[in-house]
């Protein structure tokens, strides 16, 4: 019974991990966005909207 528990518990750990990372993934994302927004100017921002 305890084991059972002890592996929910891992995989819920595990499943944070992953939500973790793709929130990571998406932050870099929207940083990389802004960087070629400001290089490239409106036409960056065009770009980005669409």
Not at 15 to 44: C, I, L, M, S
């Amino acid at each position: 019974m305890e084991r059972g528990r002890e592996r929910e518990r891992e995989r819920e750990r595990e499943r944070e991990r992953g939500r973790e990372r793709e929130r990571e993934r998406e932050r870099e994302k929207e940083r990389d966005r802004e960087r070629e927004g400001g290089r490239e100017g409106e036409r960056g921002s065009e770009r980005g909207m669409q």
